[in-house]
């Protein structure tokens, strides 16, 4: 079993910058993060494999950096220009199935198996 903890989530002004993290109680191959805000379906923001191999959405693309230290088993996501479109509660995903590549996870996002609680990241304009 892994646990994962967010933490970093809060309120800011459109244009600011945000960093959430996620720490995980054990080792993990592929980590993600998902978002969600009321009224819209879950998508997944960024992914990332334990080697740093990384993908973003094409909606935060250039805006967003996903990175993790394997020391410390954290994610992080580190969100830049922030507009009131990318308000949601933010959770943090990971899988210990090193046979699973990044895409195959981000179609069937349940076969990340772990998932955190969330943080919410909220932007006014």
């Known amino acids: 079993q892994v646990q994962l903890v967010e933490s970093g989530g809060g309120s800011v002004q459109s244009g600011e910058s945000l960093k959430v993290s996620c720490t995980a109680s054990?080792?993990?191959?592929?980590m993600a993060w998902f978002r969600q805000s009321p009224g819209k379906e879950r998508e997944w923001v960024a992914a990332?494999?334990?080697?740093?191999?990384?993908t973003l959405a094409d909606s935060v693309e250039g805006r967003f950096i996903i990175s993790r230290d394997n020391g410390k088993n954290t994610l992080y996501l580190q969100m830049h220009s922030l507009s009131p479109e990318d308000t949601a509660t933010y959770s943090c995903?990971?899988?210990?199935?090193?046979?699973?590549?990044?895409?195959?996870?981000?179609?069937?996002?349940?076969?990340?198996?772990?998932w955190g609680q969330g943080t919410q990241v909220t932007v006014s304009s």
């Open positions: 995903v990971a899988t210990r199935n090193w046979r699973l590549t990044l895409a195959q996870a981000l179609r069937e996002p349940h076969r990340f198996g772990y």
């Open positions: 054990g080792l993990t191959w592929c």
């Open positions: 990332i494999t334990r080697f740093s191999t990384a």
